[in-house]
């Protein structure tokens, strides 16, 4: 957290193929606990400002939030209520609420859910959002001199496999949550997506069928509204 700049050096990756070891799941107690510690050192070494929200955002939303939209969350109410009150506690008392502006628009209605106890309404989010993805079309291919163009058409998908469609209110984009989501408990500064969108983007890589290496192909894109 001292740091200004971090210098990281890399030489080719080595990957040794085996089995995989048998993932070991933390005990959700452990979990808020080390999170709690981490907020701890984030308001030891950073001063009020941006750098220090974003920081309150980015620490709970993989190991405190996004579980709450999981499989095994949705399948074991234990676990789910278990880890649903420990992560009240700690957004609660530990996380502003202004720091919620840098999740991504599920996460910030689940924050939103999590403040308001709404443990109900996360359920109906994890079980609405299981379907929803991307859609991708290849559009075009052709050589341009030595150069490979290509095409690609995205778009995004909601929980029912269509679609999904946006409110506009004025010059903002609103998302609309699953119909099975009590929208009226979600504030607009939680469901405006006006920033996310202009800063949308796709990353395309394309992976050698005999020899598996991947390579990365830098894009010119753009959002389209319909």
């Not at 991504?104 to 079980?127: C, E, H, K, T």
């Amino acid at each position: 957290l001292h740091a200004k700049v971090i210098a990281v050096l890399a030489e080719d990756v080595c990957c040794h193929i085996g089995p995989r070891p048998e993932a070991v799941e933390e005990e959700p107690r452990a979990i808020v606990t080390g999170l709690s510690t981490l907020l701890t050192d984030i308001d030891t070494y950073l001063g009020a400002g941006r750098q220090r929200d974003r920081m309150y955002a980015y620490s709970p939303r993989s190991a405190a939030l996004r579980p709450l939209l999981t499989a095994r969350s949705a399948d074991s109410s234990v676990d789910r209520g278990m880890h649903f009150r420990l992560v009240q506690e700690l957004i609660t008392e530990r996380v502003p609420e202004r720091a919620d502006r840098y999740l991504p628009v599920q996460l910030r209605a689940v924050a939103a859910f999590v403040r308001q106890g709404r443990l109900d309404q996360i359920v109906m989010l994890s079980n609405s959002s299981k379907r929803a993805g991307l859609s991708a079309e290849l559009t075009e291919m052709r050589w341009d001199a030595h150069i490979l163009v290509i095409g690609l058409t995205v778009e995004v998908l909601s929980g029912d496999g269509l679609p999904d469609r946006y409110r506009v209110d004025g010059e903002r984009v609103h998302w609309n949550p699953p119909r099975s989501i009590d929208g009226k408990l979600l504030p607009n500064d939680v469901t405006d997506i006006t920033a996310d969108v202009e800063r949308a983007h796709v990353d395309v890589y394309v992976r050698h069928t005999q020899t598996g290496v991947v390579h990365f192909l830098p894009m010119n894109q753009n959002v389209e509204r319909l």
